[in-house]
């Protein structure tokens, strides 16, 4: 009972707190609910569906054909195909017994058309057939994804086509965790997807190392968007804004689209949650070398300084530029074995060591962005064991990558900022609602 009623409060709280936030417009802030699984969290027993400008993410789930127009619906019957490896409409119409004629006039008649030469397996073709000997092509459906298809009718003037989409309902969830061991495990008791998860910790890589920096004790709070279709889930949309609490230190995210349509997630006051580095350029298991100025070398056996920080992974993890730059160097660099060094502007380099190849098409002189795999781990040079050793250098000074002060990637426009304020002002009224009441919930 008193966990209902603190949930009602949340609900009324966030509502009220939404729509004052964007007066005369009450629909953009209503209320949210909660399916997280863990009894300790406040939970709701209606969904409410929330309008948002945000774009669907694309749906690669198949379905059954939908249900014709109600003109073709009275001509029966339809002729079925599913779509095989390597089929093309040509194909089909082949295994159908249909004239090239038809499909060929069916591929010109517009540019929605054009996705017919994208046919991809275990998709439902349908066409309907009439005429004296059941050969003229009068309709045809084709079913992309869960939420459109494609139909193409013929009359007089010839065949004419349109992309038919089925409303999808945005609906706001949200729930808070507290790790014990790991983000993975603690997400997943919040009710959170293995994709949403994954959303969290690429929204606060560049401040946490989720790797290292972990703590029993940190703690989450999620405002996420759900897709529903005919009222039945249909997959997670978005984290509209988050809180991660580390070590002490609080980190807040919103979710913001820019009127030329980019979209990123910022701090409260503008700031871009991107870094313009990658603080770990490689999924690893363990760090098996830290930056030190004296460090006894496992080959040669003499004692010298550790100028960067080796990453211990499996043979062949990919390696990803840490930031935007211009390779300027690829190739052997003794002990480094199989090395890439990247500059990025005039004040830092990055320099990736002992990789058992590189990616292809790179070569010295080649433009990447952050996060583009630029080679794959290994243990060439002299190396005990696969690992990157990572070097970053800051006017040619070697600094130590797990501590070095990263720049940061630039904030939101002036000329946004006050479209920002709008847009985000509920989402981040309505997290701190959905905290302080379950902080609330969670106090003995």
């Known amino acids: 009972m008193r966990g209902k009623l603190l949930h009602a409060f949340v609900l009324a709280t966030a509502t009220l707190i939404g729509a004052f936030a964007l007066f005369g417009r009450p629909h953009e802030a209503e209320a949210t609910r909660n399916d997280s699984p863990s009894a300790s969290r406040a939970r709701s027993a209606t969904p409410v569906t929330e309008e948002l400008s945000l774009p669907a993410p694309a749906a690669t789930n198949t379905e059954a054909p939908v249900k014709p127009t109600s003109a073709i619906a009275e001509r029966k019957p339809w002729r079925t195909v599913t779509v095989r490896s390597g089929d093309t409409l040509s194909s089909l119409f082949d295994r159908m017994g249909l004239p090239a004629s038809a499909w060929v006039a069916i591929l010109h008649s517009g540019d929605a058309a054009e996705r017919l030469h994208q046919l991809r397996p275990g998709h439902i073709l349908r066409v309907w057939v009439d005429g004296a000997n059941e050969r003229e092509v009068s309709a045809l459906e084709y079913v992309i994804n869960r939420t459109a298809s ?40 919040a009710g959170l997807s293995d ?58 995210a919103v979710r913001y689209t820019d009127p030329k349509g980019h979209t990123s997630y910022y701090s409260p006051d503008g700031r871009s949650m991107r870094k313009a580095f990658l603080r770990s350029p490689v999924d690893f298991r363990r760090i098996s070398s830290r930056f030190t100025r004296s460090r006894c070398h496992p080959i040669l056996g003499v004692c010298r300084p550790h100028r960067g920080v080796d990453y211990a992974a499996a043979i062949g993890t990919p390696i990803k530029a840490a930031g935007d730059g211009k390779i300027v160097f690829r190739g052997w660099k003794g002990g480094y074995g199989r090395a890439i060094i990247i500059r990025h502007g005039t004040k830092y380099s990055t320099l990736y060591g002992h990789m058992s190849r590189f990616k292809g098409g790179l070569h010295s002189g080649s433009r990447v ?76």
């Open 369 to 444: 962005k952050q996060g583009q795999i630029i080679g794959y781990v290994g243990q060439s040079g002299l190396a005990t064991g696969p690992h990157l050793h990572y070097e970053f250098r800051v006017n040619g000074v070697h600094r130590n990558p797990l501590t070095v002060k990263l720049p940061q990637a630039a904030p939101i426009p002036a000329a946004y900022k006050q479209d920002f304020q709008t847009k985000t002002h509920a989402l981040l009224a309505q997290l701190d609602a959905v905290k302080r009441t379950a902080v609330a919930l969670e106090t003995p």
């Open 195 to 252: 994709g949403l998860i994954m959303q969290l910790a690429g929204i606060f890589g560049w401040d946490v190392d989720f790797a290292l920096d972990i703590r029993s004790g940190d703690s989450f709070t999620v405002v996420y968007r759900e897709d529903y279709l005919d009222g039945e889930k249909l997959r997670d949309g978005d984290i509209l804004s988050a809180e991660f609490i580390n070590h002490g230190r609080t980190f807040k």
């Open 150 to 189: 494609l139909r193409i009718s013929r009359d007089a003037n010839g065949y004419h086509t349109a992309v038919h989409e089925r409303t999808v309902e945005h609906r706001v969830n949200y729930t808070r965790g507290v790790i014990e061991n790991s983000l993975f495990k603690a997400g997943q008791q």
